[in-house]
């Protein structure tokens, strides 16, 4: 397939749906930026010189993984932090690692993908337009880049792992190249930085933020990696699990448990106003924005004067952004986070993505089941049980307002709604809407 972005060439080849994906993905990787850049096997183009280059596992035709070109480097990089990974992907992983050698023997400078420039193109212009090429130059001990090439989704944005000669990780680079993905990446960064430093003691460990800022069209975030130990949480975890939240929670809270109006939370006037820019004239979906607007005005005349306890959001606390290396609680992925969000909300929003997203559940099925936990989960929280049936209302709306109104703005930026949603959001705002 080939496609031109600007001045950007990607050709990875016949079309295909495992071809279009990666080709998609690398679409976010390589934006259009003023500098012509050409994307594909083979030699660059006359005139070009490489300026980067990786190693297509486990074949041009079915392209899964972007690996240093060196076979020991990606078989090693093939394997790191394979306790983190799902079954599946995992011996996906181990099954490339044993081939790569075999691989890169047979199929030699075929499976090599290099990006390439005009020669009379400077230094600095080249680290502006190809982020790779920027994070091996300026991050210490880095040689070498790898990108996986998983499916498109309306959410995501490219992780790029920094590795040193010998295939080792070094670093974790998040990349955004659009304002709505850029938003969020520059949001985690601030939290991991501001959320690492108020946490006391080993139980619960955010990645330190190495770097993060703008590079011509992107936004970076490069994180220390976790340690090689580091295992995977899963959803029979949820125990322990709600017992570190706790302590995730008090982050900011040097006096104990605090309450605030849900109004006044930091969280609360983040969507409020995420809610106004995406429900305008403009938005592709009136049925979602009417739905989602008058949840929003019906949370703010019922529940906007509730007193609720507050302390440190994560936004998306599910098994697959945390790990755990020994009785350390490893937690990353804060994109939806906040410095100040009601206490349960994090709790019940691990039974939504773990009902949504592990099981299948629709989107309908999937709120019932987040407000049936609340008897289980909130009171591990330190919430009376009195209090559960009210806060349950309150924290379902609050969560509905907050799926909502990120799908809107994937939508307004071109990238589609996110899958699971239709048909069935807007019928659901208005369920939860009603007195």
Not at 70 to 79: F, K, Q, S, V
Not at 278 to 297: F, H, K, M, N
Not at 396 to 419: I, W, Y
Request: overall charge positive.
């Amino acid at each position: 397939m080939t496609t031109t972005a600007g001045r950007v060439t990607i050709e990875l080849g016949p079309s295909s749906p495992r071809v279009d994906a990666a080709t998609a993905q690398l679409r976010h990787l390589f934006p259009a930026t003023g500098v012509d850049v050409h994307v594909g096997y083979g030699p660059p183009p006359a005139g070009y010189r490489v300026v980067d280059a990786w190693r297509v596992i486990p074949s041009a035709a079915r392209p899964l993984f972007l690996v240093p070109v060196d076979a020991g480097a990606a078989r090693r990089l093939l394997t790191s932090h394979n306790r983190l990974r799902g079954p599946k992907v995992r011996a996906a992983r181990t099954a490339a690692s044993l081939a790569v050698a075999g691989l890169a023997a047979v199929s030699g400078d075929r499976t090599v993908l290099r990006a390439s420039v005009p020669r009379d193109v400077p230094d600095d212009a080249v680290d502006a337009a190809l982020v790779t090429r920027h994070l091996r130059r300026h991050v210490p001990g880095a040689v070498a880049t790898a990108v996986s090439l998983r499916a498109f989704h309306p959410l995501a944005k490219p992780t790029v792992q920094v590795t040193d000669g010998r295939g080792r990780v070094v670093a974790f680079t998040k990349v955004a190249s659009d304002p709505a993905t850029g938003e969020r990446v520059e949001r985690e960064a601030v939290l991991l930085r501001d959320l690492g430093a108020g946490l006391p003691g080993p139980a619960v460990r955010l990645p330190r933020v190495l770097d993060h800022g703008t590079v011509g069209p992107f936004t970076v975030s490069v994180v220390e990696p976790l340690p090689q130990s580091t295992r995977g949480a899963r959803r029979d975890d949820e125990d322990r699990v709600l017992d570190r939240l706790a302590t995730f929670a008090a982050a900011f809270d040097d006096a104990g448990p605090a309450t605030a109006p849900l109004r006044t939370t930091a969280l609360w006037t983040e969507l409020t106003a995420r809610v106004r820019a995406v429900t305008g004239p403009d938005c592709t979906r009136p049925d979602l924005a009417d739905a989602l607007r008058a949840l929003t005005e019906s949370v703010e005349r019922a529940d906007g004067d509730r007193p609720v306890a507050v302390g440190a959001f994560h936004g998306d606390w599910v098994p697959w952004n945390m790990g755990w290396a020994g009785d350390t609680l490893w937690v990353w992925d804060l994109e939806y986070g906040s410095r100040q969000g009601p206490v349960g909300l994090d709790a019940l929003r691990w039974v939504y993505q773990c009902t949504h997203v592990l099981d299948g559940a629709t989107f309908t099925e999937a709120v019932a089941a987040m407000a049936a936990a609340g008897p289980r989960v909130l009171p591990r929280l330190g919430v009376p049980a009195a209090d559960v049936p009210d806060l349950v209302r309150t924290l379902v709306r609050v969560h509905l307002v907050a799926v909502l109104s990120t799908a809107l703005a994937a939508l307004a930026a071109g990238r589609g709604l996110p899958p699971g949603l239709d048909p069935d959001a807007a019928a659901v705002l208005r369920t939860w809407t009603a007195p």
